[in-house]
C-alpha cells in the first residue's frame, strides 16, 4: 500500500513565524502535491511538484513556498505565518504512468495548523 | 471552465436508504471522475472512479452515474450505513495529475 506520512497531526505557530510542513511518500511516485482543506471549499491545490526540483503554482501559491529536494519528500513552507493561514493542510503523491491513463492521487492524513 | 460544482453540502440518510450525491463540470476536456471518501481526522481516500467512455461503474454498494451530454456525475450509496458517515468529494481530471475538486459534502447516516 503506498503510504503518505506527515510529520505532524498537529501544529500551533505565532503570526509571522517561518512554518515548515514535511510530507513523505514511500511509493517512488514522481508527482506530490499539497493541498489546503477548509470547510464549504473544499480542497484547492497550493503547490505541486512532478519531479525533484520542479515545482508548478497550484490556485492558491501565495504566502506558500515548497522544496523538493529528494524525490520521496514534499515541504511546504510558510514563509511569515498569518492568521488566514490556519487550515488543514494535505498532502498527495501520485505515479507518472504514460499511456496509462490518470492514476489516483493517494493523499497523507493531513496536519491541522492554528496560527495564532 | 475549471470548477466542478457539488451537491448537496450536507446529506442525512436513514440506515439502509440510498444517499446521492451530484456532480456537475463545464470542461469536456476532462477525462477522469474520481470519488473520494474522508473520515474525520483522516486524509481523503480514493473510493471509485470512472473514464467518461463508461455511464455506469458499480463497486459493492457504491455506484458512480455518468451522464456525458449533461456533463453530470453522482454517486449513488446503496443500503446506506452508519459506518458511511463521513464526507465526500469528487473530482475531474485534465490528462494530467491535477484534479480539480468539488466543495465536498458531508454525510451522515442515521442508525
Known amino acids: 500500500d503506498v503510504k503518505v506520512t506527515q510529520s505532524s497531526r498537529y501544529l500551533v505557530k505565532r503570526t509571522g513565524e517561518k512554518v515548515f510542513l514535511e510530507c513523505v511518500q514511500d511509493m517512488d511516485h514522481e508527482n506530490m502535491f499539497w493541498y489546503r482543506q477548509d470547510p464549504g471549499l473544499g480542497l484547492r491545490l497550493i503547490y505541486f511538484?512532478?519531479?525533484?526540483?520542479?515545482?508548478e503554482k497550484g490556485d492558491i501559491p501565495e504566502g506558500y513556498s515548497v522544496s523538493r529536494e529528494k524525490k520521496e519528500r514534499f515541504s511546504l513552507i510558510l514563509e511569515s505565518a498569518s492568521t488566514n493561514q490556519t487550515s488543514m493542510y494535505l498532502c498527495?503523491?501520485?505515479?507518472?504512468?504514460?499511456?496509462?491513463?490518470?492514476?489516483?492521487?493517494?493523499f497523507g492524513d493531513g496536519t491541522r495548523l492554528s496560527i495564532l | 471552465q475549471q470548477q466542478v460544482k457539488q451537491s448537496p453540502q450536507s446529506l442525512i440518510v436513514q440506515k439502509g436508504g440510498i444517499s446521492i450525491i451530484n456532480c456537475a463540470y463545464e470542461?469536456?476536456?476532462?477525462?477522469?471522475f474520481p470519488w473520494y471518501q474522508q473520515f474525520p481526522g483522516k486524509g481523503p481516500a480514493l473510493l471509485i472512479a470512472?473514464?467518461?467512455?463508461?455511464s455506469e461503474k458499480k463497486e459493492g454498494r457504491f455506484t458512480i452515474s455518468f451522464n456525458k451530454s449533461a456533463k453530470q456525475f453522482s454517486l449513488h450509496i446503496m443500503d446506506s450505513q452508519p459506518g458511511d458517515s463521513a464526507t465526500y468529494f469528487c473530482a475531474a481530471s485534465l490528462r494530467t495529475y491535477k484534479y480539480i475538486f468539488g466543495t465536498g459534502t458531508r454525510l451522515k447516516v442515521l442508525a
Open positions: 470542461n469536456t476536456a476532462f477525462d477522469y
Open positions: 470512472i473514464r467518461p467512455d463508461v
Open positions: 498527495a503523491s501520485v505515479a507518472s504512468s504514460p499511456g496509462q491513463g490518470n492514476q489516483p492521487q493517494h
Open positions: 511538484s512532478y519531479d525533484v526540483k520542479m515545482k
